[in-house]
């Protein structure tokens, strides 16, 4: 009798025979988990908005990064510059520690020139010019050799008398980032050791060496009566060294009564205390003056 299979177990072999084999398994199982994973395409206009916001970002890199390329020229063209004539026109007395001016050299460089600012122990050493301009502007965005900078000069205001022998001489400065021209000027008004250790402000003229004593120091409104040219008698001139005293950040020493004359330094508010409408001052009163240092260069 011929051998057949029993139909039960023939249907079960060959349902066992159509398993998928392993490796059938596994293309399917990260077939259908490549379709998970898969996302979803950007649109078009999603698309136009990212390059759009990345042109601007990298527009607005090259812009900031030329502008600061900017400012670092001009700064160190006016570094420079003031470097250049220090060396050439001033040294230091080793013996003194008062510095020789050579006035006839910085006359020729520049007719305007009237003195020489000298804070020992600081930054502040400069040529002093004034130009009776009517505006103030000549020297507030040009250099001592009249290269167009806004370091700009240290000048004198056009109403004060260039002679520095008026009740008031207002030297306006500007306070760089990178501390120079009057930036160690506004140090007096915030810090109260720089005060201490500073006391002294110098002019060098061809008169001699005057020496100025540092009494008052505060940030002021450009309306305040600091900024006063003109007084009507000595008892207005007492009463606004009163004034201008009692508007110290910190205590002065220099007796009200001993004080005949005053120069005012004036510069910027800058970083964040920035305000167009203030600035701020240090007032000095005369002390002394002195000769000039023995062959003068």
């Known amino acids: ?11 079960a072999y060959k349902k066992s025979s159509k398993r998928p084999s392993k490796n059938v398994y596994n293309e399917e199982t990260e077939s ?6 898969r996302k979803k395409p950007q649109s078009k206009a999603s698309n136009v908005i990212t390059t759009i916001l ?15 390329i900017q400012i670092y020229l001009e700064n160190k063209a006016a570094t420079d510059e003031y470097d250049g004539i220090f060396q050439d026109a001033v040294e230091l007395d080793p013996a003194s520690q008062y510095l020789r001016i050579n006035y006839s050299k910085l006359k020729e460089k520049n007719p305007d020139f009237v ?13 002093v010019v004034y130009k009776n301009d009517g505006t103030n502007l000549s020297y507030l965005r040009h250099t001592f050799e009249k290269q167009y900078n806004t370091a700009g000069t240290v000048f004198i205001d056009y109403r004060s008398d260039p002679t520095l022998f008026a009740k008031n001489t207002i030297i306006y400065g500007h306070k760089m980032n990178n501390g120079t021209m009057f930036a160690d000027v506004a140090k007096y008004a915030t810090s109260e050791s720089f005060w201490n250790e500073h006391r002294e402000v110098h002019l060098y003229t061809e008169l001699g060496i005057t020496i100025y004593q540092v ?37 002065s020493t220099v007796n009200s009564e001993d004080i005949s004359r005053v120069i005012l330094l004036s510069t910027c508010v800058s970083g964040s205390d920035a305000d167009e409408n203030y600035r701020f001052v240090t007032l000095a ?5 002195i000769p000039n240092v023995d062959n003068m260069v």
Not at 54 to 67: D, E, K, L, R
Not at 115 to 127: D, M
């Open 1 to 11: 009798m011929p051998f057949k299979l029993n139909s039960k177990k023939s249907g």
């Open 32 to 37: 259908a988990s490549g379709k998970a994973k």
């Open 54 to 68: 990345v042109i601007i970002a990298v527009g607005v890199f090259a812009f900031s990064s030329y502008n600061l």
């Open 115 to 127: 003195a020489w600012i000298h804070i020992p122990g600081t930054n502040v050493s400069y040529p």
């Open 215 to 251: 009494f008052s120091a505060y940030k002021a409104n450009i309306e305040d009566e600091c900024y006063t040219f003109n007084f009507v008698d000595d008892e207005h001139f007492s009463s606004w060294i009163r004034y201008v005293k009692g508007q110290s950040n910190y205590p």
């Open 285 to 289: 009163s005369f002390k002394q003056t």
